[in-house]
């Protein structure tokens, strides 16, 4: 051979060796006896081979015997050379993958040469092939999550183009995959959704289109909620994909929207009236107190009068129905842009009234409300009174922050519910003292029964005509231990307000007949009967076990009710005393005059007998009283009503009752109220006197 051409042979060797050596991959080159002619480096370190044993002319099986030597290879050599071999024999170039027991996995190409024998190159594809698999596994894991969504889900590409569109936002739209065809710009989605009904047509589809696209070029997500023709709400968050094109979720926010809606109302507002409720009232208050120069205003507590009576006549429903018409009236008794109304719970509201420049203005409105209400709430026939109470509280006179002004005008409300009902009352500093009084009255009140404090005086009535003592009536004193005698118009209303009155009421009738079955017969025994007393279911039951205990007739007994308890409307009220007037016990409207005088309560409930208040005989020398008194005798004859005048304290006064026909009359003249002894003494010698006379 040529010097030269062995020179060129030899670098040309050299280059080939030298590219060999440098290349990425690994390579191997074996003769057709399948023994190796050259490898390189990555050869030996890809599958961690000793460079001693791998030697050119080593064959090829003991190349793979000593890589399972080694523990490179995951199989026997014996294995390794069978899925070979056919390759070899081939002569065909192929390409298969091998995994070392390390878990790597190598890409093994084969390629046959010319001259018999072969050339393997190989690369270690581990990271690749574990990049792939990743991959796919998110591939799998994003349909998955896609078709699970609870939202609807779009994607578009860099170029605006639908992509993606899972089930969902089929569902929700309620639409069929041929609908929206992939390749949808987001123009078109709009289109195609109003066209279809499903998104109102009121959408300014370029507005809708450009505003997104600016939000997604910047990089930001825009949500926004979107009201479906059919009433649904869908909140649709659009966010910028970090490889261009963005992603739309749709979210049926419907049943969220309802309950937030729901959860703020009732946060905020009473559920009967749909008045805001205490803690809305509290935060308004407070806004208004919190302004750094806040402007007068005037806080009114209101309380219903006789509600209770609603609620058990005509059930609860009646109840919430009046609840919402007082609160309708409330409503329309104020000024809708600055004060509010709330209810605080039962048949508690209160106003916030602004704009006050002196207590007449808060007047003005009490009386507004106080006779808004007094109008008789009529609903299907029937005919519900109720009243109302005010107390008033005026900022900053009354009190520089809420507390103390909601007090202060609960109060004053106190106040009017004792003085009468239908009132309005204003705060005055001493009435804080007078309720710390009225409660440890009431305290005190608490053990008035278990300690035998409780005694009734009993006052003689007489018939005018004959002058004949008729009966007397049990009126209740309490000696107090800490306190001495306490008037019932002290202790009374106290009475009622705790509940005490029933058990009071329940003990005055037995002990008013137990005294009264010692009389001389015929002798007629009254006991005062409270509204409430009425109202509890048992009140006829204890009134014949009263009766009976005693071996009292019926006949004897009359019992003294006021004008508010026919008032009450009440079926249990009225049940009752129709039940009680079947067996013979009289009833006695009592302080007639005092109160609304209408005579159509006489025509709902026949009473048998009508008490003139007091103070019409103490005024029965004016004229005007005079004819009064007269047209209440009149009517009572007319009707087969007695009459009693009550308060008679002079012979006057007893002669013009006597010329104008009054059937009974009871005062100091007659006999003042005395304790059970004098009283017995009283009655016997007058019946005696009487039986001589
Ligand atoms: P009332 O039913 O109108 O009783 C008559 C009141 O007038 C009694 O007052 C009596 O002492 C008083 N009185 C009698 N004659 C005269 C007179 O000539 N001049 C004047 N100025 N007053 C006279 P009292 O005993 O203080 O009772 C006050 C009220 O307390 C009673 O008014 C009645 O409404 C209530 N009361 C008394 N006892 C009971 C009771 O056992 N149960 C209930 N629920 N209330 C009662
Ligand atoms: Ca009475
Ligand atoms: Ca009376």
Same mark, same amino acid.
């Given at each position: 051979?040529?010097?030269?051409?062995?020179?060129?042979?030899?670098?040309?060797?050299?280059?080939?060796?030298?590219?060999?050596?440098?290349?990425?991959?690994?390579?191997?080159?074996?003769?057709? =006896?399948?023994?190796?002619?050259?490898?390189?480096?990555? $050869?030996?370190?890809?599958?961690?081979?000793?460079?001693? *044993?791998?030697?050119?002319?080593?064959?090829?099986?003991?190349?793979?015997?000593?890589?399972?030597?080694?523990?490179?290879?995951s199989q026997?050599?014996?294995?390794? $050379?069978?899925i070979?071999?056919? $390759?070899?024999?081939?002569?065909?170039?192929s390409t298969y993958e091998e995994i070392l027991s390390d878990g790597r996995t190598i890409d093994i190409s084969?390629?046959?040469?010319?001259?018999?024998?072969?050339?393997?190159?190989?690369e270690d594809i581990t990271v690749q092939r574990r990049a792939e698999q990743e991959l796919k596994e998110q591939h799998r894991r994003f349909d998955a999550a896609l078709a699970n969504m609870s939202q609807g889900l779009l994607m578009y590409d860099v170029d605006g183009k639908l992509i993606v569109r899972n089930q969902r936002f089929l569902e929700l739209f309620r639409l069929d995959k041929a609908d929206f065809p992939f390749g949808l710009t987001h123009r078109e989605l709009l289109g195609l959704l109003i066209d279809r009904g499903i998104y109102p047509d009121d959408i300014d589809v370029e507005d809708e289109v450009s505003r997104t696209s600016a939000s997604m070029q910047a990089g930001e997500t825009r949500s926004t909620y979107r009201h479906l023709a059919d009433g649904r709400a869908l909140m649709i968050a659009r966010r910028p994909m970090s490889g261009g094109g963005w992603v739309a979720t749709f979210d049926d926010v419907t049943e969220r929207r309802r309950v937030e809606e729901r959860m703020t109302q009732l946060a905020h507002y009473?559920t009967?009236?749909g008045?805001?409720n205490?803690s809305m009232?509290?935060?308004?208050?407070?806004?208004?107190?919190?302004?750094?120069?806040?402007?007068?205003?005037?806080?009114?507590? @209101?309380?219903?009068?006789?509600?209770?009576?609603?609620?058990?006549?005509?059930?609860?429903?009646?109840?919430?129905?009046? @609840?919402?018409?007082?609160?309708?009236?409330?409503?329309?008794?104020?000024?809708?842009?600055?004060?509010?109304?709330? !209810?605080?719970?039962?048949?508690?509201?209160?106003?916030?009234?602004?704009?006050?420049?002196?207590?007449?203005?808060?007047?003005?409105?009490?009386?507004?409300?106080?006779?808004?209400?007094?109008?008789?709430?009529?609903?299907?026939?029937?005919?519900?009174?109720?009243? +109302?109470?005010?107390?008033? &509280?005026?900022?900053?006179?009354?009190?520089?922050?809420?507390?103390?002004?909601? #007090?202060?005008? =609960?109060?004053?409300?106190?106040?009017?519910?004792?003085?009468?009902?239908?009132?309005?009352?204003?705060?005055?500093?001493?009435?804080?003292?007078?309720?710390?009084?009225?409660?440890?009255?009431?305290?005190?009140?608490?053990?008035?029964?278990?300690?035998?404090?409780?005694?009734?005086?009993?006052?003689?009535?007489?018939? +005018?005509?004959?002058?004949?003592?008729?009966?007397?009536?049990?009126?209740?004193?309490?000696?107090?231990?800490?306190?001495?005698?306490?008037?019932?118009?002290?202790?009374?209303?106290?009475?009622?307000?705790?509940?005490?009155?029933?058990?009071?009421?329940?003990?005055?009738?037995? #002990?008013?007949?137990?005294?009264?079955?010692?009389?001389?017969?015929?002798?007629?025994? &009254?006991?005062?009967?409270?509204?409430?007393?009425?109202?509890?279911?048992?009140?006829?039951?204890?009134?014949?076990?009263?009766?009976?205990?005693?071996?009292?007739?019926?006949?004897?007994?009359?019992?003294?009710?006021?004008?508010?308890?026919?008032?009450?409307?009440?079926?249990?009220?009225?049940?009752?005393?129709?039940?009680?007037?079947?067996?013979?016990?009289?009833?006695?409207?009592?302080?007639?005059?005092?109160?609304?005088?209408? @005579?159509? $309560?006489?025509?709902?409930?026949?009473?048998? #007998?009508?008490?003139?208040? !007091?103070?019409?005989?103490?005024?029965?020398?004016?004229?005007?009283?005079?004819?009064?008194?007269?047209?209440?005798?009149?009517?009572?004859?007319?009707?087969? +009503?007695?009459?009693?005048?009550?308060?008679?304290?002079?012979?006057?006064?007893?002669?013009?009752?006597?010329?104008?026909?009054? *059937?009974? &009359?009871?005062?100091?003249?007659?006999?003042?109220?005395?304790?059970?002894?004098?009283?017995?003494?009283?009655?016997?010698?007058?019946?005696?006197?009487?039986?001589?006379?």
């Amino acid at each position: 051979m040529p010097q030269h051409i062995e020179d060129e042979l030899r670098e040309q060797n050299e280059r080939f060796s030298a590219a060999v050596e440098n290349m990425s991959h690994g390579l191997c080159m074996f003769d057709a =006896d399948e023994r190796m002619i050259i490898c390189n480096g990555n $050869y030996i370190n890809i599958f961690c081979l000793d460079a001693k *044993v791998i030697r050119p002319g080593i064959r090829f099986l003991d190349i793979l015997q000593h890589s399972v030597d080694i523990g490179v290879a995951s199989q026997t050599a014996e294995e390794l $050379y069978a899925i070979r071999k056919p $390759y070899i024999d081939q002569a065909k170039p192929s390409t298969y993958e091998e995994i070392l027991s390390d878990g790597r996995t190598i890409d093994i190409s084969h390629r046959p040469l010319a001259s018999g024998g072969w050339v393997s190159i190989y690369e270690d594809i581990t990271v690749q092939r574990r990049a792939e698999q990743e991959l796919k596994e998110q591939h799998r894991r994003f349909d998955a999550a896609l078709a699970n969504m609870s939202q609807g889900l779009l994607m578009y590409d860099v170029d605006g183009k639908l992509i993606v569109r899972n089930q969902r936002f089929l569902e929700l739209f309620r639409l069929d995959k041929a609908d929206f065809p992939f390749g949808l710009t987001h123009r078109e989605l709009l289109g195609l959704l109003i066209d279809r009904g499903i998104y109102p047509d009121d959408i300014d589809v370029e507005d809708e289109v450009s505003r997104t696209s600016a939000s997604m070029q910047a990089g930001e997500t825009r949500s926004t909620y979107r009201h479906l023709a059919d009433g649904r709400a869908l909140m649709i968050a659009r966010r910028p994909m970090s490889g261009g094109g963005w992603v739309a979720t749709f979210d049926d926010v419907t049943e969220r929207r309802r309950v937030e809606e729901r959860m703020t109302q009732l946060a905020h507002y009473d559920t009967v009236t749909g008045l805001p409720n205490r803690s809305m009232f509290r935060e308004r208050l407070d806004q208004a107190l919190g302004k750094t120069k806040a402007a007068p205003l005037a806080i009114l507590s @209101l309380d219903l009068d006789r509600f209770k009576a609603v609620n058990d006549t005509w059930g609860h429903p009646a109840g919430d129905w009046l @609840l919402k018409c007082v609160a309708e009236r409330l409503q329309r008794c104020l000024r809708k842009d600055t004060d509010i109304v709330a !209810r605080f719970g039962g048949d508690e509201f209160v106003i916030l009234q602004s704009g006050v420049r002196d207590s007449a203005d808060a007047e003005k409105l009490a009386k507004r409300i106080v006779e808004s209400i007094a109008k008789p709430f009529r609903d299907r026939g029937r005919d519900m009174h109720v009243g +109302i109470s005010v107390g008033v &509280a005026i900022f900053p006179n009354d009190g520089k922050d809420a507390e103390t002004l909601l #007090k202060n005008a =609960d109060m004053a409300l106190y106040r009017a519910k004792g003085e009468g009902r239908n009132l309005c009352r204003f705060f005055e500093p001493a009435m804080d003292a007078m309720v710390r009084a009225r409660h440890a009255l009431e305290i005190d009140l608490e053990t008035a029964l278990p300690r035998q404090e409780l005694d009734l005086d009993f006052q003689p009535i007489m018939n +005018i005509a004959s002058g004949e003592i008729v009966g007397a009536e049990a009126l209740m004193r309490w000696h107090s231990r800490t306190r001495g005698v306490v008037v019932p118009d002290e202790f009374i209303p106290a009475a009622e307000e705790t509940g005490l009155i029933i058990s009071f009421g329940e003990w005055a009738l037995r #002990k008013a007949c137990t005294a009264a079955a010692s009389w001389p017969p015929g002798l007629s025994i &009254a006991v005062n009967v409270s509204a409430m007393q009425l109202r509890n279911g048992g009140f006829a039951r204890n009134v014949i076990s009263a009766l009976a205990f005693s071996g009292v007739p019926a006949s004897r007994l009359e019992l003294e009710i006021t004008e508010t308890v026919l008032m009450d409307e009440s079926d249990t009220v009225l049940k009752a005393l129709r039940q009680l007037r079947e067996l013979g016990v009289r009833i006695a409207l009592d302080d007639f005059g005092t109160g609304y005088s209408s @005579l159509g $309560y006489l025509r709902r409930f026949p009473v048998d #007998k009508i008490k003139i208040d !007091r103070s019409f005989t103490r005024d029965i020398s004016n004229r005007h009283t005079a004819a009064i008194v007269r047209t209440i005798i009149a009517l009572g004859a007319e009707l087969g +009503i007695v009459v009693t005048a009550e308060g008679v304290e002079t012979e006057k006064q007893l002669d013009i009752l006597r010329k104008d026909g009054c *059937v009974e &009359a009871q005062g100091y003249l007659i006999g003042p109220p005395s304790n059970a002894a004098d009283i017995l003494r009283l009655l016997k010698s007058s019946a005696a006197r009487s039986h001589s006379g």
